[in-house]
């Protein structure tokens, strides 16, 4: 079963990928709004087909690691690039300029919901400090939830919950 989104509402729908070709095009009608909208079945123009690990790979090779968004019923795996400076992570809306744009139908993720800052110390070591923005249901890091301006040092492996979406820190290899 493969998930479509609709361009007006954000709404997933589901349908059966095994039952069309390659290069068939289909219309659908969302079971939220009712709008109607085409795809077509086949590669995307837009994305270039990488495994995987090809992708961690290139987001790590960046520098200052990544996030990992874990898939659940809200929304699919997606993996994030880190920048030095303040990342500000929350769920996507057009028209938001935040650092990590998470596409997820969590409603309970803030759009604005936590920021982790990169820091690069004098002797090439990376830093990162994790901090609620603050959000309406909090941030959790291990299951513990920080206080109001509370900053805590997260290191790899950090598991960190916003709503129902959990991500993970992964640092750059060394």
């Given at each position: 079963?493969?998930?479509?989104?609709?361009?007006?509402?954000?709404?997933?729908?589901?349908?059966?990928?095994?039952?069309?070709?390659?290069?068939?095009?289909?219309?659908?009608?969302?079971?939220?709004?009712?709008?109607?909208?085409?795809?077509?079945?086949?590669?995307?123009?837009?994305?270039?087909?990488?495994?995987?690990?090809?992708?961690?790979?290139?987001?790590?090779?960046?520098?200052?690691?990544?996030?990992?968004?874990?898939?659940?019923?809200?929304?699919?795996?997606?993996?994030?690039?880190?920048?030095?400076?303040?990342?500000?992570?929350?769920?996507?809306?057009?028209?938001?300029?935040?650092?990590?744009?998470?596409?997820?139908?969590?409603?309970?993720?803030?759009?604005?919901?936590?920021?982790?800052?990169?820091?690069?110390?004098?002797?090439?070591?990376?830093?990162?400090?994790?901090?609620?923005?603050?959000?309406?249901?909090?941030?959790?890091?291990?299951?513990?939830?920080?206080?109001?301006?509370?900053?805590?040092?997260?290191?790899?492996?950090?598991?960190?919950?916003?709503?129902?979406?959990?991500?993970?820190?992964?640092?750059p290899e060394q």
């Open positions: 079963m493969k998930r479509v989104r609709c361009p007006k509402c954000d709404h997933y729908n589901t349908f059966d990928e095994t039952l069309y070709k390659e290069g068939q095009s289909l219309v659908f009608e969302c079971e939220n709004c009712r709008k109607q909208f085409r795809i077509r079945i086949g590669t995307s123009k837009l994305a270039a087909t990488q495994k995987d690990s090809d992708r961690k790979k290139e987001v790590n090779d960046i520098g200052f690691g990544s996030i990992l968004v874990v898939e659940n019923v809200f929304g699919f795996r997606q993996s994030f690039a880190l920048q030095e400076g303040e990342n500000i992570i929350g769920r996507y809306n057009p028209g938001d300029s935040i650092t990590i744009p998470i596409d997820t139908n969590d409603r309970s993720m803030d759009r604005r919901h936590c920021v982790i800052t990169v820091k690069k110390g004098p002797t090439g070591e990376i830093s990162y400090t994790l901090r609620d923005f603050p959000s309406l249901t909090g941030t959790f890091l291990f299951n513990r939830i920080l206080g109001d301006r509370e900053r805590v040092l997260i290191e790899d492996g950090a598991i960190i919950t916003l709503g129902a979406t959990t991500i993970i820190l992964q640092a």
